[in-house]
């Protein structure tokens, strides 16, 4: 890596001030920060890294009313083993428990997680090779190159890139919202790609906590080439909330984690095993294919259809 | 105690014996026998990292840096707490926690550079008793952390039984996954008191990646090693 200076951070209004500058980037688990500066693969490179793990606080889990406030700062394993997300949100703790590897789980925290940059292999190519749409290309590599992991479901400001966080869909379909440093953000609408990042973040915006209503049915299921720690070409989040909708979100098939309206129609009526076959095909009904990436599609279908399936069956 | 052959002995415990020619690249390191890595029979030679010129407290380095080198920033001192002994060394704001084992400390064991970026494994250490990946820690923010290598579990009597457990099974192959896998094994034994599953055993592990593909002999050591450690405890 090349040289940076390291500052720890006591407050998160004086670590947003401090993001705010050009040269500064933060850093809280550090398993997705400290491989992109390695590899270089950004447009610029930091002068200072700012630590967020040494502002107290905000690393808890906490049952207030009828939500569960999580710490940007709790740990992806923390979040698994938690028995109060594991009974009032359990479509985010398994999606915890799924992320990365067990190591990376105790290191990883949840605002990283869900602020974590896209995995397309032409934007994180070493040494910025490629300056692509998302870096403010004029083209997305992806298109006439190598696709196989990227969107089924289109393409979004001139970007293929699947979003690849494992979390984001969990939270989209349990209807959280993200508490930054300056607002609140309902998660669906946090998650749009955007550029560099893959959140709607401004500068100097850091994710604070993140506001997960109670929810008593609610589950996740991914797909990934290797079971034991992987991104996931396919992950499908879905969860009833208290007026007895089921809201179904997909992550991996588009930039962002993209609600399936036309899936949640297809179950209106009560998840069988046919109607939810139905949200299956509806989910992939607008697909746009690319050169390599077709068996995704099919992926996704089955992944819809297996999710609703477990939040009737189990 | 059972003896050892010193060929079979894993890489993890002898790997302090490197630890006078290591002293060139870095700033400080163990010079002791595999034993010696337990606390009170260990020597530590700090090494200027401009001169080489070699030190034997880290005063004595601090003062010979002020002096020698006014022209450069006195870097970073960091206290580690690495297998149960303090260490202050001087590290670079960017060094991640594996430079500063190999480069500041000559620990080479779980310092192995294979893919650098978290994917692997092979670098896995535990900080205060939790896995860690020390490829993307950084070694500053490790101040005043407890850190645990296969060097400490290796020479830790209590654990003698894993090492003879990793020792009976072959579990390395070539070696180069098998400190971490070690490492991670008495967090297993920790975390599971001593009577993990196969299956517990296989989820744990599942991060490291044996491109020799070792991985049931793993779960075997391990599964000895429980067995015999948990009556004894």
Same mark, same amino acid.
């Given at each position: 890596m090349r040289p940076f200076k390291h500052i720890q951070a006591s407050t998160i209004e004086e670590a947003a001030a401090l993001a705010a500058h050009e040269d500064v980037m933060v850093i809280a688990g550090g398993t997705d920060l400290l491989g992109t500066l390695k590899d270089e693969c950004l447009p610029y490179y930091p002068n200072y890294i700012v630590d967020l793990?040494? #502002?107290? /606080? @905000?690393?808890s889990i906490e049952e207030q009313g009828d939500e569960i406030v999580i710490g940007a700062l709790a740990k992806l394993q923390d979040i698994a083993d938690s028995e109060l997300v594991r009974t009032h949100a359990q479509a985010l703790a398994e999606a915890c428990s799924r992320a990365a590897s067990p190591t990376i789980r105790q290191m990883g925290t949840l605002g990283g997680n869900i602020c974590q940059m896209h995995r397309c292999w032409y934007f994180r190519c070493?040494? !910025? =090779?490629f300056v692509c749409a998302r870096k /403010? $290309?004029?083209?997305?590599?992806a298109y006439k190159g190598? !696709?196989?992991?990227?969107?089924?479901?289109g393409i979004e400001g001139g970007c293929l890139a699947a979003s690849s966080h494992d979390t984001a869909p969990a939270l989209a379909a349990l209807g959280a919202t993200i508490v930054t440093t300056a607002r609140e953000i309902p998660a669906e609408e946090f998650f749009a790609a955007n550029g560099l990042r893959s959140n709607i973040l401004e500068n100097g915006e850091l994710v604070k906590k993140v506001r997960v209503p109670k929810t008593a049915n609610s589950r996740f299921e991914k797909f990934a080439? =290797?079971?034991?720690i992987d991104f996931p070409l396919v992950n499908c989040a879905v969860a009833e909330d208290a007026a007895h909708q089921v809201h179904i979100v997909l992550g991996a098939c588009y930039p962002s984690p993209k609600r399936m309206t036309e899936a949640e129609e297809a179950v209106k009526g009560g998840i069988t095993e046919a109607s939810a076959q139905a949200a299956g095909d509806a989910a992939v009904s607008k697909v746009m294919v690319l050169s390599k990436n077709e068996y995704k599609v099919e992926i996704a279908r089955t992944l819809v259809k297996r999710t609703l399936l477990r939040l009737i069956n189990e | 105690m059972a003896q050892i052959p010193r060929r079979e002995f894993l890489k993890a415990g002898t790997a302090a014996l490197a630890g006078a020619t290591l002293s060139a690249l870095g700033l400080g390191s163990i010079t002791a026998s595999a034993e010696g890595v #337990?606390?009170?029979?260990q020597v530590f030679v700090y090494t200027c990292p401009v001169c080489g010129k070699q030190f034997s407290d880290f005063e004595k380095l601090k003062a010979h840096f002020t002096g020698a080198h006014q022209e450069l920033e006195l870097p970073k001192t960091v206290t580690f707490r690495i297998n149960n002994v303090e260490y202050d060394v001087f590290v670079e704001d960017h060094w991640t926690l594996r430079e500063a084992l190999i480069r500041?400390?000559? @620990?080479t064991g779980n310092a192995k550079q294979m %893919?650098? =970026? /978290?994917? %692997?494994?092979?670098c896995t250490v535990l900080i205060d008793g939790k896995p860690a990946l020390s490829c993307s820690t950084?070694?500053?923010? %490790?101040?005043?952390k407890s850190i645990e290598t296969s060097e400490g579990i290796a020479a830790d009597p209590e654990y003698r039984p894993l090492l003879e457990a990793y020792v009976r099974n072959d579990?390395?192959? %070539? $070696?180069?996954?098998t400190p971490a896998q070690f490492t991670m094994a008495k967090y297993i034994l920790n975390k599971y008191e001593f009577a993990p599953t196969e299956e517990q055993i296989r989820l744990e592990l599942s991060g490291n990646i044996c491109r020799c593909g070792t991985y049931a002999r793993h779960v075997k050591a391990i599964t000895e090693a429980a067995a015999e450690m948990k009556g004894g405890k």
């Open positions: 793990k040494t #502002i107290p /606080g @905000l690393a070493p040494d !910025n =090779r /403010g $290309g004029k083209e997305c590599y190598d !696709n196989r992991y990227h969107s089924i479901l080439l =290797r079971k034991s | #337990i606390a009170e029979k500041a400390i000559g @620990l %893919c650098d =970026r /978290g994917g %692997c494994g092979s950084l070694a500053v923010e %490790c101040e005043g579990t390395a192959q %070539c $070696g180069y996954c």
